[in-house]
């Protein structure tokens, strides 16, 4: 066999972004709960232990945490404890991040199947793998926001490409699994549906409508007054009716901010050049737009290749992300105006379809010059995130190890935002204390 050079050049050039990455979540994450983890974690392992009754045990598994019900995290959770002993943050958070690992492959059919050198490909594992949602990489909230990310589109990639009955019931299974994995799971059901009215299934359309309604109602009805439900939102409506401009384009190019200083300027002004450029495409293609009809859009909907349907299902999922998030997540102040951490994987996955589909649709000359340029963006952002936030992580790890440290000495935490609440402070240091002493959480020595 010869040797090719480039080929094992690829391949390193593919390894790259899991293998540092690997190496960050090793190092940085650490054993101690952060934020959220003292109610999905702590308090609920303490409940679920002092819980007399399996009914009352399964009731706490099904609870809201916020606007979610995060079955499956309880599940991993309960899962861990019951083969260990203990709760290892570090091991959780790095079990929630092997999904995001897996999900740039669900994209590499489309590289494959339309004899893309695989080069092509680096770009989509550049934009996937940096360190811009590090929340998700170093907490538990992988667990949750990563899984669910991963599931749906599983979901959608399944109904697209396949036709034989093993993959369409295991679509349908996995649909109800992500309905309960996070709230957004449930935008499963709409992107499904679309998908399969769009290859014309009719039948298996009904059934998708039938098993979608009943796994939403269970979703909103089970036990809704058990546990204390805290929704985020929504805004007043026309706090998100001002937001909307700005809010709804900068969480699309938010992936251009890798908190560097002045990141969100980057973003503002990424969707003031994409608006230009729309307008000038716009101009330039007038007379087809004055004579768009319904009919014309179907028709197009209808001649989209298989990828393609994928990666609309997939853009679609972003944009109905984003409407949410203007809804639940847009205030007031300008911070706020562009999307958390955790969230901006959507801008991230928004900007891989968009990459892929213009690699398919861009004639031979042109195929090059766009692959070009975002491998040149997509490598200063993958950068970019590893010299501006590395630090940012180094101060996250130890802030959250402190925590556990200060209630080591002082019999309570300090960094926990919900912790001002005398009550919530009272379960909180209870569950730490109890789940301590049993040595199910690791404390450190004084």
């Known amino acids: 066999m010869s040797f090719r050079p480039f080929h094992w050049l690829t391949c390193v050039a593919l390894a790259i972004p899991f293998i540092l ?32 009754s399996k009914w009352a045990k399964l009731k706490l598994l099904f609870t809201y945490h916020c606007e979610h019900r995060i079955v499956y995290t309880r599940s991993m959770i309960l899962g861990y ?51 811009q949602c590090f929340p998700n990489l170093f907490t538990t909230f992988g667990l949750t926001n990563n899984t669910s990310l991963f599931f749906i589109l599983l979901v959608l990639y399944f109904l697209n490409y396949y036709h034989t009955k093993t993959p369409i019931v295991t679509a349908f299974l996995l649909g109800v699994f992500v309905t309960f994995v996070a709230a957004n799971g449930m935008f499963v059901w709409p992107l499904g549906l679309f998908l399969l009215l769009l290859k014309s299934r009719y039948k298996q359309s009904f059934y998708w409508v039938i098993v979608a309604a009943v796994s939403i109602a269970a979703y909103f009805l089970i036990e809704k007054q058990y546990w204390k439900i805290d929704f985020v939102g929504p805004r007043p409506l026309w706090v998100i009716i001002v937001n909307a401009p ?81 809804v639940y997540r847009g205030g007031l102040g300008f911070n706020q105006w562009v999307v958390k951490d955790r969230y901006r994987i959507y801008s991230q996955l928004f900007w891989v379809c968009i990459y892929i589909w213009g690699l398919q649709i861009a004639p031979n000359k042109a195929k090059m010059k766009w692959q070009q340029g975002f491998v040149v963006v997509s490598t200063m952002i993958w950068i970019g995130s590893y010299f501006f936030i590395t630090p940012q992580i180094k101060a996250f790890s130890k802030q959250n190890y402190d925590d556990i440290r200060y209630f080591v000495s002082h019999g309570t935490l300090k960094y926990y935002d919900y912790h001002k609440e005398a009550d919530h402070q009272v379960d909180t240091d209870t569950s730490v204390r109890y789940l301590s002493e049993r040595g199910i959480i690791y404390l450190p020595p004084k």
Request: hydrophobic share 50%.
């Open 21 to 52: 990455l690997s190496f960050y979540l090793w190092h940085y994450n650490v054993n101690a709960p952060y934020h959220d983890d003292y109610d999905w974690a702590v308090l609920f392992l303490n409940n679920f232990l002092h819980s007399e």
């Open 81 to 131: 404890f019951y083969a260990t002993d203990t709760l290892n943050f570090k091991h959780l958070s790095i079990l929630g991040n092997l999904w995001l690992f897996a999900t740039p492959w669900l994209f590499y059919r489309q590289f494959k199947a339309a004899s893309t050198p695989v080069f092509y490909f680096l770009p989509v594992l550049f934009l996937f793998l940096n360190l």
């Open 246 to 326: 700005i809010y709804l384009p900068t969480f699309l190019l938010s992936v251009l901010d890798v908190n560097q200083s002045g990141g969100k300027l980057y973003s503002m002004f990424g969707v003031l050049f994409l608006v230009l450029i729309l307008l000038y495409c716009g101009w330039q293609h007038k007379k087809d737009l004055q004579s768009l009809t319904s009919k014309k859009i179907i028709k197009w909907l209808q001649n989209l290749t298989p990828d393609q349907r994928f990666l609309l299902s997939a853009i679609g999922l972003v944009v109905i992300t984003d409407v949410l998030c203007l």
